[in-house]
C-alpha cells in the first residue's frame, strides 16, 4: 500500500509530505484548490508522461517521491525481484523533472526508464478518473474492465503468444507468396543453366587432363622425333653412344679398382648410371611404341575444350573452376526445391498456428461469459443500492473468428442497460442519463476494483453526478471496500467524505503574488468542520454541524 508521499516544486504545490494508512482516506477542499495534485504528482512516479510546466513556476525541478509497503503485495515483490530492484519489504518510487523538460526516474535508488516505473506501477496502484464513465462508452475499455474482474490473465497470455506465432508466420507465408513470380524465374535460370552444365558432365579435374592430352597429341610429331633421337643418342648409334661408353669406362674403372681399390666405390656409382640409361632408354622405346597420332582424338578434344571454354566464359569463371560453379548452382536449385517445399510447409504450419488461436480464444471466450452473467447479477444489484431499483444491466458478448480476431480474442462486447419498467435493453450509452452513467460506472469500477490484485485503490471525483441518498449509498461501498484494500478517494461529496476512515483536507493560498497548494490530516473535530461546509456551503450553523456529526456517527 502507500505509506507516504514527498512533493516539492510541483505544479502550485511548494513542499508537502503525507503519510497514508489502511482503509478509506477521503480528500476534500473547495474547488480548484488543487485536490487531484497528489494524485497527478503520484502519476509521476507511476510512469506518466512528464511536462516542464508542471515545474513550479521560478524554480530548477520538482521532485515526487512515493514510499509503498510491500508486506502484502507479492505481484509487486516479485516484479522487483525479476528485474533486480528489491530492497526489503518497502519499495521508494522517486522522479526528477527539471524546468528543461528533462526527467529522471529511480526505483529503490536505482536510475530506470519511465517505462519501468509504468510497469512495476501497475502493481501498486489502480487509479479511477473522473472520466471514467466517459471510457465506460469505449468498447476495448469495457472489454478490458471485464478482463480484469474476470482474472484469466493466463488465458490472455495465451491467447497473445498463439496470436502473435500465427501472425509472423502468416507474414512470412506472404512474403514468400509475393516473391514467388521473381523466384520462379530465377528458379528457371537455374534449371536451364543446371541442365546445360549436367550436359557437359565435367569431371572434377577433367580440364587439366584433358589440357595435359591435349598438348600430347598436338605436339606426337615432334615427341616422336625427339624421342628417336634420345635413344639413338642412348643406345642406337654405331659409333658413339652412351651405353656403349659407360661400359668402356666401367671396364677401366674395374681395372683401376684392381690397382686402388678407392676406385671400388667409383665402379658401383658407374654401375648404377648404367642402370639408370638402360631403364631410361627402356621407358621411352615403350612410349613410343604407345604412341598414337589419333586425328580423331585430336579433333574430339579440340571440341569437348572449346565448349570448355565457352561455357567457362558463359559464367565468368575459369575453365578449371567451372566444375565447382556447376556444383555451386546444383545446391543453389536445391534451396528454391526446398523452398517450394517450405511454402507448403509453413502454410499447413499457418493453418495449424491459426486453429491452436481459434482454440485459445474459445477458452477465452468461455470464462469471459462465465464472470459476465456474475458481473450481469453484481452491477444490476448494484444499481439497485443506487436509487436505479428497476435498473438490469447485460454483458453482450458475441464471438465472430472470422472477422474479429485479435490478440484479446474473438470477442466483442457491448454493456446493455434499461433504467425503467418496460424499457428493452439497449446500449450504455443511448439509455443511461449522466447521473445513471456516473452511478453505473462507480459501481462496476468498486466491483471490478475488488478483484484487482493491486493493493492500492485512488477514485478521483468517480461521484460526479451523485447526490442525495444515492451519494450515502457511495460513501458506504467505498468504505466496505477500503476494509480490504487502501482507497483513496478525492470527492466534494459530503456523504462520501463522511464515510472515510480518515479525512484530508486541501487547502490554496496565494501570497505575495505566490499560491501555494497544502494538505493536511483532519482530526475529527476539523472533520466536522469540513463536513458542515461541504453541507451548507460558506456558511456553517449549528444545523450544518449537527447533520456533520451525524454523517460520522453513522459512517
Keep these: 500500500m502507500l505509506a507516504h508521499i514527498t512533493i516539492q516544486n510541483f505544479a502550485i504545490v511548494k513542499?508537502?509530505?503525507?503519510?497514508?494508512?489502511?482503509?478509506?482516506?477521503?480528500?476534500?477542499?473547495?474547488t480548484g484548490a488543487g485536490k487531484s495534485?497528489?494524485?497527478?504528482?503520484?502519476?509521476?512516479?507511476?510512469?506518466?508522461?512528464?511536462?516542464?510546466?508542471?515545474?513550479?513556476?521560478?524554480?530548477?525541478?520538482?521532485?515526487?517521491?512515493?514510499?509503498?509497503n510491500l508486506q502484502n503485495n507479492p505481484a509487486a515483490r516479485r516484479w522487483l525481484e525479476d528485474n533486480e530492484l528489491v530492497d526489503g519489504d518497502e519499495c521508494i518510487l522517486r522522479r526528477i523533472i527539471t524546468?528543461?523538460?528533462?526527467?529522471?526516474?529511480?526505483?529503490?535508488?536505482?536510475?530506470?526508464?519511465?517505462?519501468?516505473?509504468?510497469?512495476?506501477?501497475?502493481?501498486l496502484i489502480n487509479i479511477h478518473g473522473q472520466h471514467a464513465h466517459q471510457l465506460l462508452m469505449r468498447n476495448d475499455y469495457q472489454l478490458t474492465l471485464l478482463d480484469q474482474y474476470s482474472g484469466h490473465q493466463n488465458l490472455l497470455h495465451t491467447m497473445r503468444q498463439r496470436y502473435q506465432a500465427w501472425r509472423a508466420a502468416r507474414n512470412e507465408l506472404k512474403q514468400l507468396e509475393k516473391n514467388k513470380d521473381a523466384f520462379e524465374a530465377q528458379k528457371q535460370l537455374l534449371e536451364y543453366q543446371v541442365n546445360e552444365l549436367n550436359e557437359l558432365a565435367l569431371g572434377e579435374n577433367e580440364y587439366p587432363e584433358l589440357e595435359e592430352e591435349h598438348r600430347r597429341l598436338s605436339n606426337c610429331g615432334d615427341i616422336a622425333i625427339c624421342s628417336q633421337s634420345v635413344l639413338q643418342a642412348l643406345t642406337e648409334d654405331d659409333n658413339n653412344n652412351a651405353m656403349s661408353l659407360l661400359q668402356f669406362a666401367q671396364h677401366k674403372l674395374a681395372e683401376l679398382a684392381a690397382m686402388d681399390s678407392r676406385f671400388s666405390e667409383l665402379t658401383q656409382m658407374l654401375d648404377e648410371a648404367y642402370i639408370q640409361v638402360q631403364e631410361t632408354t627402356h621407358e621411352?622405346?615403350?612410349?613410343?611404341?604407345?604412341?598414337?597420332?589419333?586425328?580423331?582424338?585430336?579433333?574430339?578434344?579440340?571440341?569437348?575444350?572449346?565448349?570448355?571454354?565457352?561455357?567457362?566464359?558463359?559464367?565468368q569463371v575459369a575453365p578449371d573452376a567451372?566444375?565447382?560453379?556447376?556444383?555451386?548452382?546444383?545446391?543453389?536449385?536445391?534451396?528454391?526445391?526446398?523452398?517450394?517445399?517450405?511454402?507448403?510447409?509453413?502454410?499447413?504450419?499457418?493453418?495449424?498456428?491459426?486453429?491452436?488461436?481459434?482454440?485459445?480464444?474459445?477458452?477465452?471466450?468461455?470464462?469471459?461469459?462465465?464472470?459476465?452473467?456474475?458481473?450481469?447479477?453484481?452491477?444490476?444489484?448494484?444499481?439497485?443500492?443506487?436509487?436505479?431499483?428497476?435498473?438490469?444491466?447485460?454483458?453482450?458478448?458475441?464471438?465472430?473468428?472470422?472477422?474479429?480476431?485479435?490478440?484479446?480474442?474473438?470477442?466483442?462486447?457491448?454493456?446493455l442497460v434499461s433504467t425503467n419498467p418496460g424499457q428493452p435493453m439497449q446500449a450504455l450509452g443511448k439509455v443511461a442519463s449522466g447521473g445513471e452513467l456516473s452511478r453505473i460506472s462507480l459501481a462496476i469500477q468498486v466491483i471490478t476494483a475488488q478483484k484487482?490484485?493491486?493493493?492500492?485503490?485512488?477514485?478521483?471525483?468517480?461521484?460526479?453526478?451523485?447526490?442525495?441518498?444515492?451519494?450515502?449509498?457511495?460513501?458506504?461501498?467505498?468504505?466496505?471496500?477500503?476494509e480490504s484494500t487502501q482507497v483513496m478517494c478525492v470527492t466534494h461529496l459530503p456523504q462520501v467524505a463522511g464515510c472515510g476512515h480518515q479525512q484530508m483536507f486541501v487547502t490554496k493560498t496565494s501570497n505575495k503574488g505566490n499560491?501555494?497548494?497544502?494538505?493536511?490530516?483532519?482530526?475529527v473535530s476539523s472533520r466536522v468542520q469540513e463536513l458542515a461546509r461541504l453541507l451548507g456551503g460558506s456558511e456553517i450553523t449549528e444545523h450544518t454541524l449537527a447533520n456533520a456529526r451525524e454523517l460520522l456517527i453513522a459512517a
Design 15 to 30: 513542499a508537502l509530505e503525507l503519510d497514508f494508512h489502511k482503509g478509506m482516506t477521503t480528500i476534500t477542499g473547495e
Design 37 to 68: 495534485i497528489a494524485i497527478d504528482a503520484l502519476g509521476l512516479c507511476l510512469g506518466d508522461r512528464s511536462d516542464p510546466s508542471m515545474v513550479r513556476p521560478g524554480e530548477e525541478k520538482a521532485e515526487i517521491v512515493a514510499l509503498f
Design 99 to 123: 524546468k528543461e523538460g528533462r526527467s529522471r526516474a529511480f526505483i529503490n535508488g536505482s536510475p530506470v526508464p519511465a517505462s519501468q516505473q509504468k510497469s512495476l506501477g501497475q502493481h
Design 284 to 315: 621411352i622405346s615403350s612410349y613410343m611404341d604407345r604412341l598414337d597420332m589419333d586425328p580423331s582424338r585430336l579433333s574430339y578434344l579440340d571440341e569437348r575444350m572449346a565448349t570448355i571454354l565457352r561455357l567457362s566464359r558463359k559464367h
Design 322 to 415: 567451372l566444375f565447382a560453379a556447376h556444383q555451386a548452382l546444383v545446391a543453389e536449385l536445391e534451396t528454391f526445391t526446398s523452398s517450394d517445399e517450405k511454402v507448403e510447409q509453413l502454410s499447413a504450419d499457418v493453418d495449424a498456428k491459426y486453429q491452436s488461436c481459434l482454440l485459445a480464444a474459445e477458452k477465452l471466450s468461455k470464462s469471459r461469459k462465465r464472470y459476465a452473467k456474475e458481473l450481469d447479477k453484481l452491477i444490476s444489484s448494484s444499481m439497485h443500492e443506487l436509487s436505479m431499483e428497476h435498473g438490469k444491466f447485460h454483458i453482450a458478448l458475441e464471438s465472430s473468428p472470422d472477422n474479429n480476431l485479435s490478440p484479446l480474442g474473438v470477442d466483442s462486447i457491448e454493456l
Design 452 to 482: 484487482v490484485d493491486t493493493p492500492s485503490l485512488i477514485f478521483d471525483e468517480v461521484d460526479v453526478g451523485i447526490s442525495g441518498p444515492t451519494a450515502a449509498i457511495v460513501g458506504r461501498l467505498l468504505r466496505k471496500l477500503g
Design 515 to 523: 499560491t501555494t497548494t497544502s494538505m493536511v490530516p483532519l482530526d
